[in-house]
Protein backbone atom coordinates (compact mmCIF):
# COMPACT_ATOMS: atom_id res chain seq x y z
CA UNK A 1 0.00 0.00 0.00
CA UNK A 2 1.37 3.61 -1.00
CA UNK A 3 1.24 5.68 1.71
CA UNK A 4 1.79 9.62 0.68
CA UNK A 5 3.88 11.77 2.29
CA UNK A 6 1.91 14.71 0.59
CA UNK A 7 -1.91 15.04 0.17
CA UNK A 8 -3.14 17.64 -2.84
CA UNK A 9 -1.77 21.01 -2.20
CA UNK A 10 -3.43 24.20 -3.18
CA UNK A 11 -1.51 27.96 -3.87
CA UNK A 12 -3.72 30.70 -2.33
CA UNK A 13 -3.13 34.08 -2.75
CA UNK A 14 -3.86 36.60 -0.27
CA UNK A 15 -3.70 39.83 -0.72
CA UNK A 16 -3.35 42.76 2.11
CA UNK A 17 -2.60 46.50 2.34
CA UNK A 18 0.90 47.05 3.54
CA UNK A 19 3.76 44.76 3.20
CA UNK A 20 2.60 42.19 5.46
CA UNK A 21 -0.70 40.08 6.22
CA UNK A 22 -2.35 41.74 9.49
CA UNK A 23 -2.62 39.65 12.33
CA UNK A 24 -5.98 38.13 11.51
CA UNK A 25 -4.88 36.94 8.12
CA UNK A 26 -2.36 34.94 10.08
CA UNK A 27 -4.93 33.64 12.48
CA UNK A 28 -7.02 32.17 10.41
CA UNK A 29 -4.10 30.02 8.71
CA UNK A 30 -2.95 29.55 12.36
CA UNK A 31 -6.25 28.04 13.26
CA UNK A 32 -6.84 26.10 10.57
CA UNK A 33 -3.07 24.67 10.61
CA UNK A 34 -3.15 23.93 14.61
CA UNK A 35 -6.54 21.56 14.24
CA UNK A 36 -5.00 19.89 11.34
CA UNK A 37 -7.20 20.44 8.36
CA UNK A 38 -4.29 22.04 6.54
CA UNK A 39 -0.09 21.77 6.75
CA UNK A 40 1.34 24.71 5.98
CA UNK A 41 3.98 23.91 3.44
CA UNK A 42 5.16 27.31 1.92
CA UNK A 43 4.73 31.03 2.28
CA UNK A 44 5.70 33.72 0.31
CA UNK A 45 5.34 37.21 0.10
CA UNK A 46 4.97 39.05 -3.10
CA UNK A 47 4.76 43.27 -3.79
CA UNK A 48 3.69 45.11 -6.60
CA UNK A 49 5.44 48.42 -6.68
CA UNK A 50 3.32 51.62 -8.46
CA UNK A 51 5.44 51.13 -11.43
CA UNK A 52 5.06 47.28 -11.66
CA UNK A 53 8.06 46.05 -9.87
CA UNK A 54 8.15 42.25 -8.33
CA UNK A 55 9.81 42.19 -5.31
CA UNK A 56 9.65 38.63 -2.96
CA UNK A 57 10.16 37.72 0.23
CA UNK A 58 11.10 34.28 1.37
CA UNK A 59 8.99 33.80 4.82
CA UNK A 60 11.35 30.28 6.08
CA UNK A 61 14.20 32.77 7.52
CA UNK A 62 11.67 34.95 9.31
CA UNK A 63 8.58 32.82 10.09
CA UNK A 64 8.36 34.56 13.75
CA UNK A 65 8.51 37.71 12.74
CA UNK A 66 5.16 36.82 10.75
CA UNK A 67 3.46 34.76 13.42
CA UNK A 68 3.75 31.73 12.18
CA UNK A 69 6.81 30.06 14.14
CA UNK A 70 4.80 27.40 15.52
CA UNK A 71 3.26 26.16 12.32
CA UNK A 72 6.78 25.39 10.61
CA UNK A 73 7.11 25.18 6.59
CA UNK A 74 7.21 21.47 5.38
CA UNK A 75 8.48 22.18 2.23
CA UNK A 76 9.87 25.63 0.79
CA UNK A 77 10.77 25.95 -2.50
CA UNK A 78 7.46 24.24 -3.58
CA UNK A 79 6.20 27.67 -4.71
CA UNK A 80 8.03 28.08 -8.03
CA UNK A 81 9.01 31.10 -9.87
CA UNK A 82 6.97 30.40 -12.38
CA UNK A 83 4.10 30.13 -9.84
CA UNK A 84 5.06 33.40 -8.45
CA UNK A 85 5.73 34.95 -11.96
CA UNK A 86 2.11 33.72 -12.96
CA UNK A 87 0.29 34.64 -9.20
CA UNK A 88 1.98 38.49 -9.07
CA UNK A 89 -0.14 39.37 -12.49
CA UNK A 90 -3.07 39.45 -9.93
CA UNK A 91 -1.15 41.89 -7.71
CA UNK A 92 -2.53 45.58 -8.44
CA UNK A 93 0.47 48.11 -8.50
CA UNK A 94 0.99 49.31 -5.02
CA UNK A 95 0.16 46.00 -3.42
CA UNK A 96 0.99 42.75 -1.38
CA UNK A 97 -0.02 39.52 -1.13
CA UNK A 98 0.97 36.16 0.38
CA UNK A 99 1.59 33.13 -1.51
CA UNK A 100 0.64 30.07 0.49
CA UNK A 101 1.09 26.52 -0.36
CA UNK A 102 -1.47 24.74 1.87
CA UNK A 103 -1.81 20.68 1.99
CA UNK A 104 -5.30 19.77 2.20
CA UNK A 105 -4.73 17.25 5.05
CA UNK A 106 -8.15 15.13 5.08
CA UNK A 107 -7.29 14.48 1.47
CA UNK A 108 -3.97 12.87 1.77
CA UNK A 109 -6.39 10.24 3.43
CA UNK A 110 -8.33 10.04 1.25
CA UNK A 111 -5.39 9.75 -1.37
CA UNK A 112 -4.18 6.44 0.54
CA UNK A 113 -7.10 4.94 0.81
CA UNK A 114 -8.15 5.52 -2.71
CA UNK A 115 -4.43 3.80 -3.70
CA UNK A 116 -4.91 1.27 -1.58
CA UNK A 117 -8.44 0.47 -3.08
CA UNK A 118 -6.84 0.93 -6.54
CA UNK A 119 -8.83 3.72 -7.13
CA UNK A 120 -7.20 6.46 -9.74
CA UNK A 121 -8.46 9.95 -9.60
CA UNK A 122 -8.69 11.22 -12.95
CA UNK A 123 -9.53 15.04 -12.34
CA UNK A 124 -10.80 17.26 -9.95
CA UNK A 125 -11.82 20.54 -9.85
CA UNK A 126 -12.21 23.35 -7.35
CA UNK A 127 -15.26 25.85 -7.31
CA UNK A 128 -14.43 28.86 -5.61
CA UNK A 129 -16.90 29.52 -2.21
CA UNK A 130 -18.00 32.87 -3.88
CA UNK A 131 -19.54 31.16 -6.81
CA UNK A 132 -21.06 27.68 -4.49
CA UNK A 133 -22.48 30.29 -2.60
CA UNK A 134 -24.29 32.80 -5.06
CA UNK A 135 -25.56 29.62 -7.02
CA UNK A 136 -27.30 27.63 -3.86
CA UNK A 137 -29.02 31.33 -2.88
CA UNK A 138 -30.26 31.58 -6.28
CA UNK A 139 -31.05 27.96 -6.28
CA UNK A 140 -33.05 28.56 -2.78
CA UNK A 141 -34.51 32.15 -3.97
CA UNK A 142 -36.47 30.29 -6.65
CA UNK A 143 -38.43 27.51 -4.64
Known sequence: MTQF??????LYLVGFEGDR?????VSALTELIDNGSVRLLDFVIVSRSESGE???AEVEDQIDDYGLGDSGLSATGLVAEEDIAE???LIPPGASAALVALE??????????????????LRT?????????AITDAL????
Open 5 to 10: TYGPVE
Open 21 to 25: PSPGV
Open 54 to 56: ITV
Open 87 to 89: FAE
Open 104 to 121: LSWARTLADRLDASGGVV
Open 125 to 133: ERIPAPIVN
Open 140 to 143: ASEQ
